[in-house]
């Protein structure tokens, strides 16, 4: 029997739309979606909705009626993984989602960090991965091998953080450290804005409390290019700014009104055009 969308489950989710979970003076992770607009893929929208000591997974039609749903224990978000409000984490297949805890336990990073994997269609709990330190994710590869994630290196710096691959298969959380081989530097700095998808390939803008740029994520072959973006310093409406594949495939850095502030080639990753002082 369907039954109407929960929209407040106690207190804690009385005005809840999406919500970010980060402590003070936090680093750069966008939070979880952890209310009602969730992560729409189709026909159906997939949400989490935390009330105490419990979380409930719910998968919902167009006309807001619950098709199916479940409750697991602990609290659980959809990881949302750019401030643009992109929420990510349904695997290609759409029978499988992964859920994340806050980066934050209390006021400090976590030293443990653990996700879960709900299957979709008989809304029962899949896997789940725990591993030591403090992660958020990042993205899946399109055959749901990979999962890629954020991990933060110092609780004393969580504007520090690199990106890993855990391979799904067996191989777990892969020693290799996901980042561009053109520079010796593996860690990254900046807070991510907006995020596209084309071909596999994950692209992320990043800036607000660091110099600018794109991280090129190639989910399928564990691979990253970083690409600087020709500004000294990040604008300061960069918050406002999308990304956007154009029709010849170019990656295309738009800001608040539409307008083309850096045209960049996908395939050699230079910048084709841009304008000095957006």
């Known amino acids: 029997m369907r039954r109407r969308i929960l929209l407040v489950l106690g207190l804690a989710l009385a005005c809840a739309v999406w919500t970010t979970t980060l402590a003070s003076g936090a680093g750069p992770s966008p939070g979880l979606s952890e209310g009602s607009k969730g992560l729409a893929n189709g026909k159906f929208r997939y949400v989490a909705l935390p009330s105490g000591k419990t ?39 759409g029978r499988t989602l992964l859920l994340a805890q806050s980066l934050y336990d209390g006021q400090t990073l976590r030293t443990t960090t653990k ?20 992660f958020t ?103 406002d700014y999308r990304l956007r594949v154009d029709g010849d495939g170019h990656l295309v850095v738009r800001g608040p009104n539409g307008r083309a502030l850096a045209v960049i080639d996908r395939q050699s990753f230079k910048i084709i055009s841009f304008v000095a002082s957006p």
């Open 55 to 93: 979380t409930e997974v719910q998968v919902v039609d167009r006309e807001g009626d619950v098709r199916r749903h479940m409750r697991i224990n602990g609290s659980w978000g959809i990881p949302l993984v750019a401030y643009d409000g992109t929420a990510e984490g349904l695997f290609p297949n």
């Open 137 to 239: 994710f990042d993205a899946l590869s399109r055959d749901g091998r990979y999962v890629y994630m954020i991990e933060y290196m110092s609780p004393e710096d969580p504007s520090s953080y690199r990106v890993r691959a855990y391979d799904l298969k067996g191989a777990g959380l892969l020693s290799k450290i996901v980042s561009d081989k053109r520079s010796w530097a593996t860690d990254m700095r900046g807070l991510p804005i907006a995020r596209v998808w084309k071909e596999g390939w994950a692209y992320t803008l990043y800036g607000a409390n660091a110099k600018p740029f794109i991280h090129a994520l190639d989910t399928q072959n564990v691979a990253a290019v970083c690409i600087n973006l020709p500004w000294k310093t990040s604008p300061d409406r960069i918050f």
């Open 115 to 134: 996700f879960t994997l709900v299957d979709t269609r008989r809304m029962k709990v899949s896997r789940r991965i725990q591993l030591k330190g403090a």
